[in-house]
């Protein structure tokens, strides 16, 4: 008991006492797996982001500014310092919001670490173990500060990948620095001292911008640090620290209780289709009876789903005009999964959203909400033109906790975001080093793959 | 009153459309002078304090990922993009936390603004001129916002220099970039959205971070906004924009009521004393005595204070062992003030200190809370070895909006922080090019003088 006091009263302590002392083998062979699990998904949103226009112009700000090519931004191969590398890497990783979630927090817990530690491997060589090692410990320390503020902290208009993500990507960074116990404090602490990222600002380009921050605001933290450039050694708990002037709760316990035995990697999910979550049941239901019975746009005459109320509130939009409108409307979700098997960004192309086979379809399905459907539940009936109801109830979606994707259904949404930059031979083949990073001795063919071929 | 009602819904634009309208010559001559007092205080700061253990530690993390030279680090001639070169130049005006302050806000409004304008004139030639109608302008928009949502803003634990600093940074580089309303919306956005700063880091190199982070974050925010990179446009004002996730006041009329009619650095100060503004007024009537009757540390037998509460509650410390302790100690800086006449960075030296002829002295220091006294105010008595008693009592400490220092104070000031760095006649010659910048064609040569001789 006296233990847990002294504990709550310097968590910030706790943390990096236990981030410098981890060794890699102190870690669960099944939480790397899911560690490989989660830096593909994240490696795939990056690589298929690295082409959108918030990339370019935010390239277009900052390259009179960066130094020397250190580091590559994935997807384009445009060589920055690593401070730069890593906003960049941050900002595709999540442009598409089709990154992972940490659905106890809503975090997306691999973009802030994931986007600070590749830019590092590439000037420091370490294995893929160490990798993986660093980016379990930032994801623990990310989000177990996430889990001690949720949810009154997001509640108040953070944006909790950002604000939280700054921690995880000082954590990881230092500990590839190999920082001690007072200058990860240190580091912790110039992390906490950085924490921002407001929820105002979703539907704009800020809002990548946020993990893309962390990434670099954390990797810049740990640096400091190193140089032992001093913070408080209290920045999560106290009084005026992060937790108390950022949220109005704060539960340290969420942040000592069962650390180094349980890891927050295992509860973390991948988005199988590029819209918000509470789509994923319909697109699966239609989808999986799609599948078994040979569906087409032709010969469907009805689709009717009996959904959660929020799926109606937050994506009931009949008509949608442009992709990103597309994406809040379960309408056309439901017509694009039907047509082409799966609901990916390239689903959500307004030329897709426009194609007139997808809009009379579309059409054709109706949502109504029912009491007692979970949010991870639906309810779809299909009927044919011959007259054959079809119907299905999704007990849990894919992609959630309970029924995650598989091995195999992960590569495909890593195949389609990897594609159109890498071309399909170069998409499988940084698909197969991903897969291996675990056993890869340096990083830096996974980084050349990831650059489009000239 | 509707058009007050409109405005106070889109504060962010309002002042985006007020930034970007403004002409030089709308803005009366006297704040152009105080303006001019500012950036020399700014200067003085920025050049002493750049020989600080923080700027080594700083630069040494920086450097690997530091951009070419484009802009000079004032007071040690290290060349740097222009973002680190403004992040440098922030920590060094704030480290000796002798840097000017908005007495309404305790903002230190300087800092963040004319660190990041000041590599900008690097890059791009801009005539003073220019550069104090930015820099003005910069003030104006950090003030307000920070006038808006004190005091809770900072009793919630936010240092209110770097939270508010990202704004005035990013609207003076803004100004100077030539953004359109549009984009000045935008860079006030991206501002808000790093807006960022603990107070618990106080008494840490984390704290004079604060406004080098705020310039650099700020100078980013405008550079980014010039490539239409999109943010909310209203960063500041929204539901879950930077006022209501700051701060739980938020009065709009402090930003909207009287703009472009009052100038708020109008009401900026700056310290004759490199200590808490509390021991400020002792201090004052400590060297009035001194000068006017020729007291020495040998001829005093007792130095008796009546003072507010707080400066006992703040600086009560009786024997302090290191400058930093001399700092909130009012026993030692009258000691000092005694002997040298002053009370700058070098009063507060460790040997000074520990000076065995200033020992014996403080200890001949007695002060005492008396009701009735305000904190601007105190009661002096001096008695000499001879017997005879001399009183004063202050009715406002020099440097006070009552009794502002006097342009031959603030340049005494000045050079007692640039002579260890740039000798006696690089001090007076940079005083005088700063004392100039309203007619000065380029900044250059305020820069180049603000580098030591090697």
């Known amino acids: 008991m006296d233990s847990a006091v002294i504990d709550r009263s310097k968590v910030t302590q706790v943390l990096a006492n236990f981030v410098v002392a981890s060794k890699a083998d102190d870690i669960p062979e099944h939480v790397y797996t899911e560690a490989v699990r989660s830096f593909l998904n994240w490696a795939g949103c990056a690589v298929g982001g690295s082409i959108h226009p918030t990339l370019d112009r935010t390239l277009a700000a900052i390259r009179p500014f960066a130094g020397q090519g250190q580091a590559t931004v994935l997807g384009r191969g445009d060589k920055l310092d690593l401070l730069h ?36 491997a590439e000037t420091r060589l370490m294995s893929g173990r160490e990798f993986l090692h660093a980016f379990i410990l930032g994801v623990e320390v990310e989000c177990r500060i996430g889990n001690s503020v949720y949810p009154e902290h997001y509640d108040r208009g953070w944006h909790i990948t950002g604000t939280a993500g ?15 116990a007072q200058q990860m404090t240190w580091a912790l602490g110039i992390a906490a001292t950085q924490s921002s990222g407001l ?11 946020h993990p893309g921050r962390a990434a670099q605001n954390g990797l810049l933290a740990a640096h400091l640090a190193a140089q032992n450039f001093t913070s408080s050694e209290r920045g999560i708990e106290a009084p005026r620290g992060f937790a108390h002037v950022l949220s109005t709760k704060f539960d340290p316990a969420e942040i000592t209780e069962r650390l180094g035995e349980t890891w927050e990697i ?79 960004e390239h689903e959500y192309a307004d030329e897709v959203v426009t194609d007139s086979k997808i809009v009379a379809l579309r059409r054709k399905v109706r949502a109504e909400a029912e009491k007692g ?80 071929a000239r």
């Open 166 to 180: 700054v921690f995880g990507a000082a954590a990881a960074a230092g500990k590839i620095l190999g920082l001690n």
């Open 85 to 120: 590398a890593a906003l960049l890497n941050g900002i595709s990783s999540h442009v598409f919001d089709f990154d992972d979630t940490h659905l106890k927090t809503i975090i997306h817990p691999a973009g802030p670490i994931a986007s600070a530690l590749l830019p590092l």
């Open 266 to 344: 295992s509860l973390n999910t991948y988005k199988p289709f590029a819209c918000g979550i509470v789509i994923h049941p319909a697109l699966d239901g239609c989808i999986q009876l799609r599948n078994a019975h040979g569906l087409t746009a032709e010969n469907i005459a009805s689709i009717e789903l009996k959904v959660h109320p929020l799926v109606l509130e937050l994506t009931g939009k009949t008509e949608p005009r442009t992709g990103l409108e597309g994406k809040f409307s379960v309408y056309h979700s439901c017509a694009a999964a039907i047509v082409y098997g799966r609901c990916g």
């Open 199 to 209: 929820r105002e600002m979703f539907g704009t380009m800020c809002k990548p911008f």
């Open 373 to 452: 459907i979970h949010e991870d539940q639906v309810k779809v009936t299909i009927t044919t033109t011959d007259g054959k109801a079809h119907e299905l109830f999704v007990e849990h979606a894919i992609g959630s906790l309970d029924r995650p994707m598989s091995n195999e259904e992960l590569d495909g949404k890593v195949r389609d975001l990897c594609e159109p930059v890498l071309g399909a031979s170069g998409a499988d083949r940084f698909i197969a080093l991903c897969r291996d990073v675990a056993n890869a001795s340096s990083l830096m063919p996974i980084i050349e793959a990831g650059i489009p």
